[in-house]
């Protein structure tokens, strides 16, 4: 019994020790399982006064030129940093853009192209199907009633396979996957460069502000 006791509180104080010794670490010290254990990263907007930010997903909103584009952090994605993009056609004439020409901007000024659709089975499951928080249907409609998000958008036939057209009043949605800790500084942006006008030729870009932090 005295035996058993002992090894009990032995045990203890090799915990007690452990946690203690955690204790004056910066969080660059401490291994990344243990802060993605207890401290899980996760992926909130920055406040912009011309942005529209829906509180319950961390999605950030533009209007552009009559396109509203959203961004909406996937922080249940765990093996990548991942974001699911709206664009919303709000024009009287067809838009294009090319997904390809999307990126990651960090604080430093570094780029990060998303992970190409052929390397996406390295780092994801196999079959694996993004999945939109469920508030995010509610809070678009609160921001604009006329933007139904429900089912799949109108696949349009097109020349260049890059390219994706959206027809006035409808919208197209994808998905960007970056490696994970890609990005080296809290500060990031999402960047959506030149949707165009097929009727003009106006290009307009889109910045989302985002920024990481330990829940």
Not at 161 to 183: D, N, W
């Amino acid at each position: 019994m005295k035996n058993e006791i002992h090894y009990r509180v032995s045990l203890l104080q090799i915990l007690a020790l452990f946690c203690l010794a955690l204790i004056p670490l910066s969080c660059s010290k401490v291994p990344d399982f243990i802060k993605d254990t207890f401290q899980p990263e996760v992926i909130i907007p920055v406040f912009d006064p011309d942005a529209y930010i829906m509180p319950q997903t961390g999605t950030v909103g533009y209007l552009r030129n009559g396109i509203k584009a959203m961004a909406v952090p996937l922080n249940d994605v765990k093996a990548v940093d991942a974001f699911g993009i709206f664009i919303y056609n709000g024009t009287d004439h067809w838009i294009s853009f090319k997904k390809k020409d999307c990126q990651m901007l960090d604080g430093t000024g570094n780029v990060t192209k998303p992970i190409d659709k052929s390397q996406e089975s390295f780092y994801l499951k196999k079959n694996f199907r993004p999945t939109l928080p469920p508030e995010f249907a509610a809070e678009v409609f609160r921001w604009d009633k006329s933007i139904r998000i429900q089912g799949d958008p109108a696949v349009l036939p097109r020349a260049d396979i890059e390219k994706t057209t959206v027809m006035p009043r409808q919208h197209a949605r994808f998905f960007l996957y970056f490696r994970k800790r890609s990005i080296n500084y809290s500060s990031l942006r999402i960047i959506v460069p030149r949707v165009t006008s097929d009727f003009n030729d106006q290009q307009t870009t889109f910045v989302f502000k985002f920024k990481v932090q330990r829940g």
